[in-house]
């Protein structure tokens, strides 16, 4: 298998080396590196260009682009540069276990059903101090075991951290031809490869996940949850719109898919569009007509969201819910 690790960056000087030098001591080298930096003023740039001279490391690109495209474009198009047969996404601000590559390429050499494969993380903070996280990542028990995710009508809940996962040259290949550039690239891998059968996690840690004030995604150590805004969700659900719809068109053309995911597909298509009706308008009569799509949220407090943000009280209630799950975890690890 080839190996590929594709890298964006932008504005990521201060914890730019530690990510390169921790992909450069992996246990099984990658075979290309992709780096598109996303016009940095920073010293991002000299810093990737010093590292690829001083190990002489040929079979690393790294692109500059004309113009700021944004994380989610960015990202895309830095894997269509990809030629591997497995790509790993890569952020600019964690630090990679040194067997990350060589642990998850085994497995997916066990498994030919393998289409995203992710690992555990451990969360560190500005400084590189592991702390126990408070965004509900999983914990590892480090039994390397590998468990399947079912499809079912959820499917496009399913939120993978992209620095934790690698995936297949299919699965890169129908992310290009989707043609979505303004729509998470974590969010499109795993549940497409969920659609195919092919979503699987390793319980092994494989990275150390940078958690700080600057994160790019929105993540940081004083975000919880219910703490984004109102336009942030509407526009996420627009931007999910838009694949879901570019989605069916796809398989709709090539007939891949049996018809009860095509069905799937089209209800949940169908749920996001009333979600952002909803959102857009503040009618409560169409707050109550999402109910009968409850089987499409990922839980009850993801369809209590949609109430809250629309009506200002996001983070009350998210603050809430989070102790509520806090407290059913302890009961039931009790």
């Known amino acids: 298998m080839k190996v590929s690790v594709v890298m964006t960056t932008y504005n990521g000087e201060k914890y730019i080396y530690e990510q390169i030098k921790s992909i450069y001591k992996q246990t099984q080298s990658p075979d290309e590196v992709i780096i598109c930096d996303d016009c940095s003023s920073d010293s991002t740039v000299t810093i990737v260009k010093e590292f690829i001279v001083k190990h002489s490391l040929n079979n690393w690109m790294l692109f500059v682009n004309k113009e700021n495209k944004g994380w989610q474009k960015n990202f895309i198009e830095a894997m269509g540069k990809s030629t591997g047969d497995v790509i790993f996404l890569c952020d600019q601000d ?3 276990l040194d067997d ?3 642990h998850m390429v085994n497995a997916m050499k066990c498994n030919d059903q ?3 494969l992710a690992g555990n993380i451990i969360t560190i ?3 590189g101090q592991v702390f126990n996280n408070k965004h509900g990542y999983a914990q590892s028990c480090n039994t390397n075991i590998i468990t399947k995710i079912p499809f079912n009508k959820k499917f496009n809940t399913i939120t993978i951290l ?3 996962l690698c995936l297949t040259r299919e699965i890169a290949e129908i992310i290009r031809d989707l043609d979505v550039k303004n729509f998470s690239h974590d969010a499109q891998t795993c549940r497409l490869a969920n659609l195919l059968d092919g979503t699987y996690l390793i319980d092994r840690p494989v990275i150390k996940y940078r958690i700080h004030s600057n994160n790019t995604s929105g993540v940081s150590a004083n975000v919880g949850f219910g703490s984004t805004s109102l336009e942030k969700r509407i526009s996420t659900i627009n931007g999910n719109i838009q694949w879901l719809k570019a989605l069916l068109k796809y398989y709709q053309s090539n007939k891949s898919l049996p018809d009860y995911k095509l069905r799937v597909i089209s209800k949940t298509r169908e749920m996001q569009e ?4 909803f959102l857009t308008s503040r ?3 169409k707050y109550i007509g999402l109910i009968k799509y409850k089987n499409y949220y990922s839980d009850f407090s993801m369809l209590i969201g949609d109430f809250a943000y629309c009506y200002g009280i996001n983070k009350m209630a ?5 102790a509520l799950k806090t407290q059913l975890k302890m009961v039931k690890g009790k």
């Not at 009333?274 to 009706?277: A, L, Q, S």
């Not at 998210?318 to 989070?322: P, V």
């Open 318 to 322: 998210g603050t809430f819910l989070w």
């Open 114 to 116: 393998i289409k995203c």
């Open 283 to 285: 009618s409560l009569a």
């Open 100 to 102: 990350k590559i060589e």
């Open 274 to 277: 009333k979600r952002y009706d």
């Open 125 to 127: 903070d500005d400084s």
């Open 162 to 164: 992209g620095c934790s």
């Open 94 to 96: 964690d630090i990679w």
